[in-house]
């Protein structure tokens, strides 16, 4: 007996969380006779942009040429699915009107441009979706997971909410690390020598926003008489 709904998670809506979408997009759109979806989004951030925010500098660049991004498939991947037309990174750039005469489809553009095309995607994605779905995003962190006697899955949300889904789709991407031993001999170390080199800086949880992680470093072209200075200070 076929089921009226089935339900869909997604942890996660960072590049690879909105490729996910995509695909359950491209099959929901030219599916038949299927059941009713109920799609759960669950992200604590801009949707789609992940580690690609929208506010970083645009001298932070992405290290592909923006025709060779797109987040659609085309007939050039095999046993794709049924196909979603869609710009790619380039496509929608020029529809913006962001290039200028400069930058062509094989230019390196900001990373923030690509944060914004991704949560461009989202929005498309989703209204096509919403005709043949119930998609309901949950602006927050999934803090706990549990599969059920019945091979479903319990996600329990910051605030005390949960989510139940039949099938869960994990795209959490980019994630904070837990200091190590090492981590902390390092963290000691900057510490301790701070007061002779106050640029020394360690970054342990995630490199991400760079541009914020970075911002100690100073535009100096001589630091290393500042370094000695602060050197014969301490003496």
Same mark, same amino acid.
Not at 50 to 57: C, E, T, Y
């Given at each position: 007996?076929?089921?009226?709904? *089935?339900?869909?998670?997604?942890?996660? $809506?960072?590049?690879?969380?909105?490729?996910?979408? %995509?695909?359950?997009?491209?099959?929901?759109?030219?599916?038949?006779?299927?059941?009713? $979806?109920? *799609?759960h989004l669950i992200d604590p951030g801009v949707p789609g942009t992940?580690?690609?925010?929208?506010?970083?500098?645009d001298y932070l660049l992405l290290n592909t040429v923006a025709s060779q991004i797109t987040m659609f498939m085309d007939k050039t991947i095999e046993n794709a699915g049924p196909l979603l037309p869609g710009p790619s990174l380039y496509e929608w750039a020029a529809g913006t009107q962001y290039l200028d005469s400069s930058m062509g489809s094989n230019s390196y553009l900001p990373r923030r441009l690509f944060g914004e095309y991704l949560n461009w995607v989202f929005h498309y994605l989703v209204l096509r979706l919403e005709r043949y779905c119930d998609v309901h995003l949950h602006p927050c962190e999934a803090v706990d997971l549990q599969r059920n006697s019945n091979n479903g899955f319990t996600i329990t949300l910051t605030g005390g909410g949960s989510v139940a889904a039949d099938y869960l789709f994990l795209t959490t991407g980019h994630t904070e690390n837990h200091p190590?031993? *090492?981590?902390? %001999?390092? %963290?000691?170390?900057?510490?301790?020598?701070?007061?002779?080199?106050?640029? *020394?800086?360690?970054?342990?949880?995630?490199p991400y926003p760079i541009d914020q992680q970075l911002r100690d470093i100073p535009p100096s072209p001589d630091i290393s008489s500042d370094m000695k200075k602060a050197a014969e200070n301490r003496l």
């Open positions: 007996m076929q089921r009226d709904t *089935l339900s869909i998670a997604i942890v996660g $809506l960072g590049p690879r969380g909105i490729n996910v979408l %995509e695909r359950i997009t491209a099959h929901a759109s030219y599916g038949t006779n299927a059941p009713r $979806l109920q *799609l992940g580690i690609h925010h929208p506010d970083q500098p190590d031993r *090492l981590d902390r %001999e390092r %963290e000691d170390f900057v510490a301790s020598h701070h007061d002779i080199n106050h640029f *020394l800086h360690y970054v342990v949880a995630s």
